[in-house]
């Protein structure tokens, strides 16, 4: 069964930095985009940054210039390294990733159970 586990949450101060990990276990057979979304107290949730298996990124403008993704394929990891932050930075965010599983042989996404970010002022 395929998992997705995300580390590195917790309480920073603004202007602070955090880096959040996302592992991904089980059989599986390849992996395609990953990415990091993040939702906000009685927000939707939101795209932060996705990167593509040839390492391609794509971020919210929020973000951009403040946030940096990347990943180890090697061990079906993705990152998101958070420099200056905000306080509206603060929510749980998720990692997420189309793979591919070896019971089922096609690709789906997956989602990780979220990781909580609180940026105090």
């Known amino acids: 069964q395929v998992q997705l586990v995300e580390s590195g949450g917790g309480l920073v101060q603004a202007g602070g930095s955090l880096r959040l990990s996302c592992a991904a276990s089980?059989?599986?057979?390849?992996?395609?985009?990953m990415g990091w979304y993040r939702q906000a107290l009685g927000k939707q949730r939101e795209l932060v940054a996705t990167i593509t298996k040839g390492s391609s990124t794509n971020y919210a403008d929020s973000v951009r210039s403040r946030f940096t993704i990347s990943r180890d394929n090697a061990k079906n990891t993705v990152y998101l390294q958070m420099y200056s932050l905000k306080p509206e930075d603060t929510a749980v965010y998720y990692c997420?990733?189309?793979?591919?599983?070896?019971?089922?042989?096609?690709?789906?996404?997956?989602w990780g159970q979220g990781t909580q970010v609180t940026v105090s002022s």
């Open positions: 089980g059989s599986i057979v390849s992996i395609n985009g």
């Open positions: 997420n990733a189309e793979i591919n599983p070896l019971d089922t042989g096609t690709y789906s996404h997956y």
